[in-house]
């Protein structure tokens, strides 16, 4: 399908700060083919007028877990560890894998309206996410969680399965390895994921240094940092997406920085649960590479990028008390190329340029609480909302238009999430 947007204002995220007005983007199948010029002789089948609009490149949420929107607001004000093991953990037990389909398809809709075009999810079932994904035409990385059992040999199996089945299927999906945490992995087992990570020529995403706890069991059980651990293993020779990274040291910074590791900045979950505030301004002076995402709707409690980065944003200045720290730009930044970066897409995905992959969302301008409108990446981190996300674009399909998900009756599945929670209630 080629596409036009005409007349609409845009952040290409190609150079810092960059605004083009009143401008065009034209898509041909799955790729952007202009912007800022028409093409003689292109003729669109679609044109979308972006009066009043301003597109942006499609958020990429780095690490979140689609399934778990079944515990939104199910489980709240509890420390990490008791919210694990007392009523997480628990009641995942008894999902079934239709379940996860259905919870992965309602944080696939909610994402989408807020702008976000690419998930990277950690969780159960990827398969069944994978399906979802597909049939709701959004991008994803499907990350499976490891963790340490009497089941462990025959996960490594799934992992070989799945990445056969889906990694590259339909231009939209990718398979990574995911240890679920050091303390839940042994060194064993993380070894033989550092080789099938290896083996499979893929990444691997794991959560680290989450909590204070994590860190006194790390120097306690392995006489060292989350981080040092993890590097004296060697998984950071593998490309690492590493969720949280709260509690680091300066040293630990370093490692990050120069083994090239991928930080996913969680800051809604990161506060909620209490783990602490993570040093995004300093690994930034250090060359860490970051990326934003939303953590579970069960620890945020929602998928919405656009408020994930005003309460970035906001946070490392407090924190850093520099009202320049984490600016407008560099917190869009991290979630957009950050992220296309992070998933091995730093080339495809992230910005709006010709040649790379069309995954765009387009904002509505027209709203109040955007008036009047001066700086628009401003705009973007610290006064949009979700809900003034109008119209999405992945690979070169539109999935959204007019704040209406195509091809998707969201009323069934809103009803079939609804009665699955009542019977796992029970």
């Given at each position: ?34 912007v800022g010029s028409k093409t003689e002789g292109f003729k669109p089948d679609k044109i979308i007028d972006g009066k009043d609009k301003l597109a942006i490149p499609g958020l990429i949420n780095a690490h979140t877990h689609m399934g778990m929107s079944y515990m939104r607001n199910y489980a709240d ?136 706890f994590e860190e006194k069991e790390a120097y306690k059980n392995f006489g060292m940092s989350t981080i040092k651990y993890i590097d004296s293993l060697g998984l950071f020779e593998q490309p690492t997406i590493a969720a949280h990274c709260v509690h680091v040291d300066d040293e630990d910074i370093e ?172």
């Open positions: 399908m080629k596409i036009l947007i005409d007349n609409i204002d845009i952040i290409p995220m190609t150079k810092r700060d960059l605004v083009l007005e009143n401008s065009c983007i034209e898509i041909d199948g799955e790729k952007i083919i202009s004000d509890l420390d990490l560890m008791d919210w694990l093991q007392d009523e997480i953990w628990p009641l995942e037990a008894k999902l079934t894998r239709e379940d996860i389909y259905y919870s992965s398809k309602l944080s696939m809709l909610e994402s989408i309206k807020s702008g976000i075009t690419t998930f990277v999810d950690m969780y159960f079932e990827m398969d069944r996410v994978g399906d979802a994904a597909l049939e709701i035409g959004m991008r994803g990385v499907l990350t499976p969680g490891y963790i340490e059992d009497d089941r462990s040999e025959q996960r490594i199996e799934a992992y070989r399965r799945l990445y056969e089945n889906y990694d590259g299927k339909s231009g939209l999906l990718k398979v990574m390895i995911a240890p679920h945490a050091p303390y839940t992995v042994g060194k064993e087992h993380l070894f033989k994921l550092i080789e099938l990570s290896k083996e499979l020529n893929t990444g691997i995403h794991i959560h680290l240094a989450e909590t204070e490692i990050m920085a120069e083994k090239n590791v991928h930080v996913v900045h969680n800051p809604s979950s990161n506060l909620k649960l209490a783990s602490g505030f993570a040093k995004v301004q300093q690994m930034l002076d250090a060359g860490v590479k970051l990326a934003l995402g939303t953590d579970g709707s069960s620890s945020n409690n929602n998928l919405n990028m656009i408020e994930e980065m005003h309460i970035a944003s906001i946070m490392a200045k407090a924190v850093s008390k520099n009202p320049k720290a984490l600016s407008a730009y560099d917190t869009l930044k991290m979630a957009t190329m950050g992220g296309a970066e992070a998933i091995g897409m730093g080339k495809q995905l992230g910005a709006i340029e010709a040649g790379r992959l069309a995954d765009i969302s387009i904002i509505d301008l027209n709203k109040i609480h955007l008036k009047p409108i001066n700086n628009k990446i401003s705009l973007v981190v610290y006064s949009a909302q979700a809900s003034d996300i109008d119209t999405v674009i992945i690979n070169g399909n539109i999935v959204m238009e007019s704040r209406k998900i195509i091809g998707v009756d969201e009323n069934e599945i809103i009803e079939e999430v609804d009665y699955r929670m009542k019977r796992l209630r029970a």
